[in-house]
């Protein structure tokens, strides 16, 4: 995992997110969805904030050698990072990370996401699509957060809600309006697998929605991105340790794509 020192070549604005379009052939070349990269967010010649951000990749063409970044000025090292302009030249440590594993029988993939890790969706959405795999994203978020449905392949099924991350048991529960008319309940019975992007505090309530919509799921078919903090991305610091029912597994190196089965929280 190398350190790279890509230009951004092009920066876009989306409501309170910046889209940084990054020459980074190396890097364009070795990412998966799911993975994400470690960004200094500091200028040269000063060390504060001194930790990296952890962002997950929003997508890569390995044709062009660009990769994008999502990013959302939560914070003050992501606001410094999000309003770098075009011709500046970042510092980022990666690919860090397994991405999702995509199954050679699914047909039907549900994507599920809110908070810092949905942007791994977008990448994982344009891969399926190009597998001739029928998409459905549903995202969660404050109003200007989520992602401009023209990031995603045209026959990706688009399906927000503004009600903040909350708002994803709405989705995933059919409580709020279905992206699919021609089903009823819950759009993970209509899935042949699930993949998901959440913050810790989304993993028990989107469980439980998962379960409400499909009573038994084998092992593989509910994948998630997690997001939070990784110090080093070594797995030196053990900044990242999160509780698994096989223990206390570290997010940057055994993940951060987990089975949704395997958290616990």
Known sequence: MPYHEPVIIERREFGTLALLTLHAPELARAAKPGQLALARCAPAASADPLLRRSLFFAGADATTGTLQLLVAPEERGLAWLAA????????LYGPVGAGFTLDGRTRNLLLVGAGQALPALIFLASVAVARQIAVVLLAAGAPGTLPPPFLLPPDVEYETSD????????????TARSPLPALSGSPVAWADQLCLALNEPLVAPVSAAVSAGKLRWERGFAQAALAGPMPCGLGTCQGCLIETRAGLRLRCKDGPIFDLRDLRF
Do not use: M, T, V, Y
């Not at 770098?84 to 510092?91: S, T």
């Not at 009600?163 to 059919?174: D, M, N, R, V």
């Open 84 to 91: 770098q302009p075009a011709g500046a030249r970042l510092d």
């Open 163 to 174: 009600e903040g991350e909350a708002g994803l048991s709405g989705l995933l529960g059919g």
